[in-house]
């Protein structure tokens, strides 16, 4: 018999970025590399284990910015040109690194995992949603939503309508992809503010997940802390993150991707080949960039890139069997110890960001694979879990209201709101309004009713949570910026040219064309529930 139960928990976000008016933009490579790096990766641990007869468990958010770009064919055909142009790139590393057997094993190396993630992609016609419903329909994966766009519900909160909305056009338009509704939502950013379960209890939702203080200080007390879901009144529970856990994976100076064995992320071709060589690979302006193609390993902490030593992925495999043995290990321990003190089975909820795994750190699918097969296989003190299963299992639980908190800065708001970025809100919250006038409307023809419905589309990408993210960490500000302030115009032409019922077609269609999420929206969630 089991001690309790393990759920890991993954977060797959990014900003809906999608260019069709620019034949390139840096930023839509976030979205490859994410796919090279660490959606494919993730694709082929699941088949893996699904296929070795492992009965894995593992809740994933895939948010709806994120889904809507996965399957866009623009995208998708965008995506199949990088990597074409990544797997020359490997090819060439091959044939020019004649004389350094390791850079050459490396190359070599590159162009069999390129070519095994275009196998996979062609595999499923590029519809990596697709993929993933499978495990979702096995039950293997407990795929659940996010806020529409990823905005920052408490900021938002002084137009209730606009978190409505938020929340709704995320659960319909999983309703819409996946052919059911969500059990579970990722709160963006984790960030709670009392009332909002009502909201999520009004969509349907049956749980969120928030950070640990949020749990830990809400009132009553939880009688088991963080390891245990709380019930709200409105019956929607909430899951609270284990800092333990956490901090062996995401601390910079005590988590594993910090282990000298490992791939060394800001030391990349792209920054370090001749010039002239890489110019074919870079930007089309000629600028460098990353290209995914990293020879050098983390060496030691704290040191100059140029003291970094060559990479081996034979040894960074073995170092990560090491840690998904070592993270099971302390897991044990903690539940058994946590059964013992509770009197009862705890739940330990470990979420991170999903591109951490792959992405930041290269090693961390492989974590993933190691050690859903040790814990399968090699310990019976906890049972891996994904938070339905978990609730199914469990219907009851102490009821308790949930403490203000995120999971940034200092357990608040400070990151999205501070003296980078908050010159945004009084605008949102202008827009907001504007937005709640418009949805008392009726549509008088079918123009009026696309014109609404875009607005509700800008209003939405205006709020994502990333913008004012990206503004804190000082890194492309001037993308946010120009985001956010774009999105906003378009919002404030379209409720001036529907208010004066001059409405520009030609303008609408091509703003239509560009910021194409959520085409079955309707501007009509903006009004207040009760009407």
């Known amino acids: 018999m089991t001690s309790g139960y393990l759920a890991l928990v993954l977060h797959a976000h990014l900003p809906f970025v999608r260019h069709p008016e620019s034949d390139y933009v840096l930023e839509e490579e976030w979205l490859y590399e994410a796919i090279t790096e660490t959606y494919i990766p993730l694709l082929k641990v699941f088949e893996g284990l699904h296929a070795d007869g492992v009965d894995f468990k593992l809740t994933m958010s895939i948010t709806p910015p994120l889904l ?39 190359a070599e190396y590159y162009v069999k995992e390129f070519a095994e993630v275009r196998s996979i992609w062609e595999s499923y016609h590029g519809d990596l949603i697709g993929a993933l419903k499978k495990f979702l329909d096995s039950n293997n994966l407990d795929i659940i939503t996010c806020g529409a766009t990823h905005g920052y519900f408490p900021l938002l909160k002084i137009n209730p309508e606009t978190v409505w909305a938020q929340i709704k ?90 282990d000298p064995t490992y791939r060394e992320f800001y030391k990349d071709l792209g920054w370090e080949a001749e010039y002239e060589y890489i110019k074919p690979y ?17 060496t030691t902490r704290g040191a100059d890139l140029g003291a970094k030593e060559y990479y081996d992925p034979y040894w960074a495999r073995e170092k990560t069997a090491e840690h998904a043995g070592n993270f099971m290990f302390n897991r044990q321990h903690q539940i058994d110890h946590l059964c013992e003190t509770m009197g009862r089975e705890p739940i330990v909820v470990s979420p991170y960001d999903a591109e951490l795994f792959g992405h930041w750190w290269y090693e961390g699918p492989w974590f993933i694979d190691y050690l859903m097969r040790k ?21 009851q639980q102490q009821v308790a209201r949930p403490a203000q908190s995120s999971w940034g800065y200092k357990g608040f708001h400070e990151y999205w709101l501070n003296h980078t970025n908050t010159w945004i809100y009084p ?13 008392r409307r009726e549509s008088a023809d079918e123009l009026q009713e696309r014109a609404l419905n875009q607005a509700a589309r800008e209003l939405l990408l205006a709020q994502s949570s990333d913008w004012a993210f990206i503004m804190s960490s000082g890194s492309m500000v001037p993308y946010a910026e120009r985001r956010t302030k774009s999105h906003l115009l378009r919002f404030n032409k379209l409720y001036e040219s529907i208010t004066a019922s001059q409405i520009d077609s030609g303008w609408l269609e091509k703003v239509e064309y560009m910021d194409n999420i959520f085409p079955q929206v309707d501007y009509r969630v903006y009004r207040a529930k009760s009407s």
């Not at 939880?222 to 899951?239: K, L, N, Q, S």
């Not at 870079?282 to 983390?298: D, L, S």
């Open 375 to 395: 814990a399968y296989y090699d310990q019976n003190a906890f049972e891996m879990t994904h938070l339905s299963d978990y609730l199914q299992a469990h219907p």
């Open 169 to 258: 056009v995320a659960a319909e338009h999983y309703e819409q992809e996946f052919g059911r509704s969500p059990n579970g939502m990722w709160i963006p950013e984790c960030a709670y503010y009392n009332g909002l379960e009502e909201l999520v209890a009004d969509a349907g939702i049956r749980y969120f997940l928030i950070d640990g203080h949020g749990v830990l200080y809400a009132q009553p007390r939880p009688r088991y802390g963080t390891y245990a879901p709380i019930f709200t009144e409105p019956g929607v529970a909430v899951f609270g993150r284990d800092h333990e856990s956490s901090q062996q994976v995401w601390s910079s100076e005590l988590g594993y991707p910090g």
């Open 427 to 439: 605008h949102l919250h202008k827009a907001g309004e504007r937005m709640i006038e418009l949805a």
């Open 68 to 106: 809507s770009m996965l399957r866009d064919p623009l995208l998708q055909e965008r995506y199949d040109q990088h990597l074409a142009q990544l797997q020359k790139l490997a090819e060439r590393e091959v044939e020019r690194n004649h004389f350094n057997d390791h850079v050459r094993y490396l």
């Open 282 to 298: 870079v930007m089309p302006n000629g600028q460098r960039k990353n290209t995914g193609i990293k020879y050098h390993r983390i």
